[in-house]
């Protein structure tokens, strides 16, 4: 029989589970190590609990402890510094710097591992952003191999247990330190730290879990996005290796340039260009909106510059009800040349506004926004 009872050292039931067993190790180790009690009592505690850990640890010494045999009969005694052969310093150094709740992240890993996020360009006309629009878009992307159904391995098999690491996906070394002989571990080398190989991948994926291919994806768009807007679609994305789960698709919105408006985030802008005679005596003017065509009032002694709103008539507000606004610049054409009937009724015009020579009105540099504010409350 064993000489100690390592489960009644590290206060654990016989039938313990290895998290269980860690768990304890930990608290333990926390308690007695010797940088926290120094004391000789406590350093004889501290290397009981560490023996009896590396034997309750490991699953082939565990079974020759439980029947009956002592996994340190053959010799492998205390070393240097009085720690055990095989002294588990990884663990040492997880209970003191942050393996909360245990595991740390060691043992095999998961093939499964997420996808890539994906994104492409959709380019839409004015019109289609303004109002949304629905989109069929082809994306090359990766799948679920149905043949393996992500496993890797090829129809009939699966994936082995790794005969240097036990299917533990690390492995563990021994060497010497200032606390004796320390054990450190790190990710198998033939298995690359999945605990299995396949021998026989899947001829379908190469062993990846996945396949590429082109699939078609409907999508809505909704109403006000603009140049440079990402959608996010969870899920659209690549299948991740081993079948994991996929990333998600980002559409990022380019917006063609209008031939007539300028969009200001939910305003439009255009400008109309008028001649003098039509800014003097009014007219209407048709235009194309984006709504149809509609009818523009140029009222009489419409100014150059000045704005004529379409209230309502821009790029629907994206996530919210209503619409921005269409605004017309007016620009007023003055004539460079004209022939001598028209030069003539000029000049009679001018002789009969009384402005035959005209005195002007000059002002400090470029009006600012206020000063034409007030001047248009005042009729100027």
């Given at each position: 029989m064993a000489k100690s009872d390592y489960y009644g050292t590290l206060g654990v039931r016989r039938d313990a589970s290895a998290e269980e067993i860690k768990k304890a190790y930990r608290r333990l180790a926390?308690?007695?190590?010797?940088?926290?009690?120094?004391?000789?009592?406590?350093?004889?505690?501290?290397?009981?609990?560490?023996?009896?850990?590396?034997?309750?640890?490991?699953?082939?010494?565990?079974?020759?402890?439980?029947?009956?045999?002592?996994?340190?009969?053959?010799?492998?005694?205390?070393?240097?510094?009085?720690?055990?052969a095989g002294f588990p310093f990884s663990d040492i150094m997880d209970a003191f710097f942050g393996a909360a709740g245990g595991g740390g992240g060691r043992g095999p890993r998961s093939r499964a591992r997420r996808g890539r996020n994906a994104t492409i360009r959709v380019e839409l006309d004015l019109r289609e952003s303004a109002f949304g629009t629905t989109r069929e878009l082809v994306v090359d992307t990766a799948v679920l191999c149905e043949v393996c159904t992500g496993s890797g391995a090829a129809a009939?098999?699966?994936p082995d247990t790794?005969?240097?690491?036990?299917?533990?996906?690390?492995?563990?070394?021994?060497?010497?330190?200032?606390?004796?002989?320390?054990?450190?571990?790190?990710?198998?080398?033939?298995?690359?730290g999945f605990g299995s190989i396949i021998r026989n991948p899947c001829q379908e994926c190469s062993g990846d879990g996945r396949v590429r291919t082109r699939r078609t994806i409907k999508v809505r768009i909704p109403a006000g996005v603009e140049d440079g807007t990402h959608i996010q679609l969870a899920g659209e994305g690549e299948i991740g290796p081993g079948g994991?789960?996929?990333?998600?698709?980002?559409?990022?919105?380019?917006?063609?340039?209008?031939?007539?408006f300028e969009r200001r985030g939910d305003d439009?802008?255009?400008?109309?260009?008028?001649?003098?005679?039509?800014?003097?005596?009014?007219?209407?003017?048709?235009?194309?909106?984006?709504?149809?065509?509609?009818?523009?009032?140029?009222?009489?002694?419409?100014?150059?510059?000045q704005?004529?709103?379409?209230?309502?008539?821009?790029?629907?507000?994206?996530?919210?009800?209503?619409?921005g606004d269409l605004l017309i610049h007016v620009n007023v054409e003055t004539p460079s040349?004209?022939?001598?009937?028209?030069?003539?009724?000029?000049?009679?015009?001018?002789?009969?506004?009384?402005?035959?020579?005209?005195?002007?009105?000059?002002?400090?540099?470029?009006?600012?926004?206020f000063s034409r504010l007030r001047d248009a409350f005042n009729g100027r």
């Open positions: 926390r308690e007695l190590h010797p940088d926290v009690n120094p004391d000789p009592e406590t350093q004889e505690r501290f290397k009981d609990i560490t023996q009896a850990y590396e034997v309750l640890s490991d699953p082939n010494k565990r079974q020759m402890y439980d029947m009956g045999a002592d996994p340190f009969a053959s010799g492998a005694g205390a070393g240097a510094g009085g720690f055990g009939g098999t699966h790794c005969d240097m690491c036990h299917g533990r996906g690390e492995v563990s070394q021994v060497t010497r330190s200032f606390l004796g002989q320390v054990m450190t571990s790190r990710p198998c080398p033939q298995c690359g994991g789960p996929p990333g998600d698709l980002f559409l990022e919105i380019v917006e063609r340039a209008h031939e007539i439009l802008h255009c400008t109309v260009q008028i001649p003098m005679t039509a800014a003097a005596l009014g007219t209407i003017l048709t235009m194309e909106t984006l709504d149809g065509a509609e009818e523009l009032d140029i009222r009489p002694g419409t100014q150059s510059g704005t004529i709103p379409l209230y309502g008539r821009g790029v629907q507000r994206l996530n919210e009800t209503g619409r040349r004209l022939d001598p009937a028209q030069e003539e009724l000029m000049r009679e015009l001018a002789k009969l506004r009384g402005e035959e020579r005209p005195p002007g009105k000059f002002a400090p540099g470029q009006q600012g926004f």
